[in-house]
């Protein structure tokens, strides 16, 4: 049954699509078959995959007056682009749309279209045959003509229940024109999606191939030749009362949980190599060691870095690729397999301080606004509460800018003075009159947070500029930090989904998203003219979001062929792990 919702949608076309295809991970896909149905008049049109080779466009409408319909569409415009296909107009992706409407409830059965279907208790077949049928497909064939029926079959299952489904959301949610405007600009976004996981990030598969089948042995040397500095490994494990003495030896104050352990948590660990730089190897090894048992990074025969992004999967909205499959998600030293192809370039482009631009804006904060304006936040929150003199720069009062840097960073997480103490290596009465200071000079942010924290806590949607939703479930044990970061993160998200499009849409290549970050591609000859324009189109992207005349900074690294991608924080540990490999450092 359609509902008449549908039916009042600005489209005289709406077209309910799905596909099947199959192919190795990090590799462009192999299409194998498309259905869609036309929901306004119901028909069905089935296609094989040698008959969708001999189009040059789909055999549907996909201009201003349709409506694209599918569930994470990103997968079904891997087959477009494997196709040469130009990508719709207008895109309604069920998947966003499921993530906005119910982020922040609990789903039982997740937020895939199986848990989207059960959540409207709408039934979709039997699941063990739908599974294998599934990895059918996967083989790639060859398959019997009956087989191909059943695939066929298969598919325009998926098409069936995807419009009971579209059709149950339009019906639970109806669209008024903004709403429509909002849920089309993140269909676009799932389409620079597909462009992006289709190119891939270029990969130096050469040193690659060399560290897999050298892994093993690489760790070991790593082990030992990075704990020379600090003798807190025994028999190839990281023992804590050798960290303890390191510690005591170098009169470091580590964080500590209540209990007196030392805390040796991921992100305790970031803080203290960013406050200790002698702390960074160490770091990295133990990133390294947990994260990289086995390099799974998912590259393709063309030499190219391909996974999931995974759109809209985190409540703030932004991508969550897979770890371990995805360059940027290992740690800073793996980044150097990054390299780019003969005659191009890539350059990292990158919102500076993007979360304290946006809590100034958002919350109407002037003070905090001119402490972003002035290029450094932290020296500058030191000025302002009276903790450094006017003139003073990071050089000149590091400890002090550090100290305010760990207080304008961890109140935005809900970090208590105790733990900015601990990080900071202050006293905790010391910590709390830095907090004090924060709140005195950064009232109106304070009245703001304060202000969304209640509003989450008691129920009430939050959302962003663009209609990114949040809201606790009924019953639900919802923490205060939850809401506290989430209109920084989420705006964030936002504002490098619009830069995204834009770039993309400009003729930009697009690598890849990261975080407040784009890598881009580009000719030799042209990369300066791509990164100035993407610098440009990346702040007006940022004033869509923070307002009229306000726009984020975009910081940007250049990488020319022959050179490779080096991240700083890593780079020890890339050096020797090519001296290992015999490799010189390119």
Request: hydrophobic letters at 40%; proline letters at 4%.
């Amino acid at each position: 049954m359609i509902y008449h919702a549908c039916h009042e949608l600005p489209f005289p076309q709406i077209h309910i699509v799905d596909t099947e295809f199959f192919g190795d991970d990090g590799d462009q896909k192999t299409p194998v078959c498309l259905v869609v149905r036309e929901l306004l008049s119901g028909n069905v049109n089935r296609y094989w995959m040698d008959e969708l080779r001999q189009m040059n466009q789909p055999p549907f409408d996909i201009g201003a007056d349709a409506l694209f319909v599918a569930f994470f569409a990103s997968a079904e415009f891997s087959v477009f682009l494997a196709l040469g296909w130009d990508l719709p107009t207008n895109i309604f992706d069920c998947h966003a749309e499921f993530r906005c409407q119910t982020n922040g409830e609990t789903l039982p059965f997740g937020n895939g279209q199986i848990g989207a279907l059960q959540y409207f208790g709408i039934t979709d077949g039997d699941q063990v045959a739908k599974d294998d049928m599934r990895h059918r497909i996967l083989t790639g064939g060859p398959w019997s003509s009956d087989e191909r029926l059943a695939i066929l079959d298969y598919c325009q299952s998926d098409v069936d229940g995807l419009a009971r489904l579209f059709s149950a959301m339009l019906n639970r949610w109806p669209l008024k024109s903004m709403d429509l405007e909002r849920t089309l600009a993140r269909g676009r976004y799932v389409a620079t999606v597909a462009r992006m996981e289709f190119r891939g990030v270029p990969i130096d598969l050469k040193i690659l191939n060399l560290m897999r089948n050298n892994w093993y042995h690489l760790k070991e040397a790593l082990i030992e030749e990075t704990d020379q500095a600090y003798g807190v490994y025994e028999q190839g494990s990281f023992r804590t009362h050798l960290f303890e003495r390191y510690l005591t030896t170098q009169d470091i104050a580590w964080p500590r949980l209540f209990s007196g352990e030392l805390q040796l948590d991921r992100d305790t660990f970031k803080m203290m190599a960013l406050r200790y730089p002698q702390m960074a190897d160490l770091r990295e090894l133990r990133k390294t060691l947990a994260e990289m048992r086995e390099i799974k990074l998912t590259v393709g025969c063309d030499g190219r870095n391909r996974t999931l992004l995974s759109p809209f999967q985190s409540k703030t909205g932004r991508n969550q690729p897979s770890t371990t499959k995805f360059i940027f998600g290992l740690p800073a030293w793996a980044r150097s397999l990054i390299k780019p192809e003969p005659g191009t370039a890539l350059a990292y482009l990158d919102f500076s301080s993007q979360e304290i631009a946006i809590a100034a804006c958002l919350s109407n904060d002037e003070a905090l606004w001119e402490a972003y304006v002035s290029g450094d936040p932290y020296i500058q929150f030191a000025i302002d509460a009276g903790l450094a003199p006017i003139g003073a720069t990071k050089e000149s009062h590091e400890v002090v800018r550090d100290a305010c840097k760990v207080i304008m960073l961890g109140v935005q997480y809900g970090m208590s003075a105790y733990g900015m103490g601990q990080k900071a290596s202050l006293h905790v009465l010391e910590a709390e009159d830095l907090l004090q200071s924060h709140k005195d000079v950064y009232r109106t942010f304070w009245r703001w947070t304060d202000k969304n924290v209640n509003a989450g806590l008691a129920g009430v949607e939050l959302h962003t500029i663009y209609g990114w939703k949040i809201r606790a479930g009924k019953g639900k044990d919802v923490k205060e930090n939850t809401f506290l970061n989430w209109p920084m993160q989420a705006n964030g998200s936002e504002m490098l989904r619009l830069a995204c499009i834009a770039l993309e849409e400009a003729g930009i290549g697009i690598c890849a998203p990261v975080h407040d970050a784009i890598l881009i591609e580009a000719p030799l000859n042209e990369i300066d003219q791509h990164v100035a324009r993407a610098t440009s189109l990346m702040q007006m992207a940022s004033e869509w979001v923070l307002g009229p005349g306000r726009q984020c900074r975009v910081d940007a690294k250049i990488v020319r062929w022959p050179d490779r991608y080096i991240d700083g924080r890593g780079a020890n540990i890339w050096s020797f792990i090519q001296s290992r490999l015999g490799e010189e450092v390119a």
